[in-house]
């Protein structure tokens, strides 16, 4: 665990104690993210509109030293140092961005799976309980920490459980035994053990008739397929609608859209390209990962937008004041 999954996650912890909902702290820890890094992207996006307002002169140098590159990238940096501009302005808060992305991407990844192990020996040591009422929901997510998905349980599988580290399942059992959730706590040595009790014991009870109701298909809906390569079930009592999904892809379209609008025109080229990246990107994790980080990625798109929409405004209003006042000889 690198520094900043670290400290995300203390910090989500910190505030999820006091909020105690974990959705509304993932919305409300991403706000906070966003507002921290505010000041770079507010300084990012002048830098890329005054980088896009130099095209016609950048073009016209590109045209007049097109067979002397040395003299075309001299008097692009006099051009950039007279105007003020750093064509590199823009990376530093898209660094910052991607870098926060996976931390959060690991940090939820780790809150998933403690609060599956949770979940699991939970009701498996009392199964006289609802297990609606273990999991994390919201609005029409029945468990936060399941994939945003019709063609996924609501409570843990198999293959989710099969996926967790087998210290978490020691630290987390640890911590319900301690507090006389569990009997006692579990003790893996490694994954092969942790493994052994998914298969051995957990998969069992997961078949049983008090856990198998809890995640059967829909009958005839079981195992279908697309060309024969992408396998699905449609449940009975599935995690979601894929909402969370599908507005992760309409979201960062917009957001890239209106970013492609300030960029000269090889930059939105290439922005394009990225447009497809990332939407596939963003329907991949929203899709196959847990609700908690599909909800972080939309609210972080939204926030973009909003963003791009208000420095929009500011930077126009500025613009106009300043042609005012040129006018008049201030």
Same mark, same amino acid.
């Given at each position: 665990m690198?520094?900043l ?12 104690t ?16 966003? #507002?921290a ?7 990012? $996006? $002048?830098?890329?509109m ?7 002169q ?6 007049k030293?097109k067979?002397?590159?040395e ?7 006099? #051009? ?11 990376? #530093?808060?898209?660094?910052?961005s ?48 399941m ?30 035994? /301690?507090?006389?959730?569990?009997p ?8 092969? /053990? /942790? ?20 995640? /059967? ?16 079930t ?48 963003? #329907? ?20 973009a ?26």
């Amino acid at each position: 665990m690198n520094p900043l999954n670290s400290l995300l996650l203390t910090l989500i912890n910190a505030l999820q104690t006091v909020i105690n909902n974990y959705a509304i702290t993932i919305i409300l820890f991403t706000i906070l993210i966003k #507002l921290a890094v505010m000041p770079l992207n507010l300084k990012s $996006r $002048r830098s890329t509109m005054r980088t896009a307002a130099l095209q016609p002169q950048m073009k016209a140098l590109q045209e007049k030293y097109k067979d002397d590159q040395e003299k075309l990238s001299q008097k692009m940096q006099e #051009l950039y140092r007279k105007e003020g501009v750093s064509p590199m302005g823009g990376c #530093l808060p898209m660094i910052i961005s991607m870098f926060i992305l996976f931390a959060m991407f690991y940090a939820l990844r780790v809150f998933a799976n403690e609060q599956l192990v949770v979940q699991f020996l939970t009701f498996y040591h009392n199964p006289e309980i609802d297990p609606s009422t273990l999991t994390d929901s919201f609005l029409w997510i029945r468990n936060l920490w399941m994939p945003d998905s019709p063609f996924a349980t609501y409570l843990p599988d198999v293959q989710s459980l099969q996926l967790i580290e087998f210290d978490v399942w020691n630290r987390v059992s640890a911590e319900l035994a /301690a507090s006389g959730v569990i009997p006692e706590a579990l003790a893996f040595a490694d994954r092969n /053990a /942790a493994m052994a009790f998914v298969n051995e014991v957990a998969a069992p009870f997961i078949a049983s008739d008090v856990y198998a109701p809890y995640i /059967a298909a829909v009958p005839g809906l079981a195992n279908l397929s697309i060309l024969g390569i992408i396998r699905f079930t449609i449940y009975q009592v599935g995690n979601g609608w894929f909402v969370l999904p599908l507005l992760s892809i309409a979201t960062q379209i917009l957001m890239q859209k209106l970013t492609m609008q300030q960029q000269g025109e090889q930059m939105q080229q290439q922005g394009k390209t990225m447009i497809y990246v990332m939407t596939f990107m963003s #329907l991949y994790f929203c899709a196959i990962y847990n609700s908690g980080f599909a909800l972080y990625w939309v609210v972080s798109n939204i926030y973009a937008i909003v963003e791009h929409i208000a420095f929009d405004r500011y930077f126009k209003q500025q613009d106009r004041k300043a042609a005012k006042a040129e006018e008049v000889g201030i």
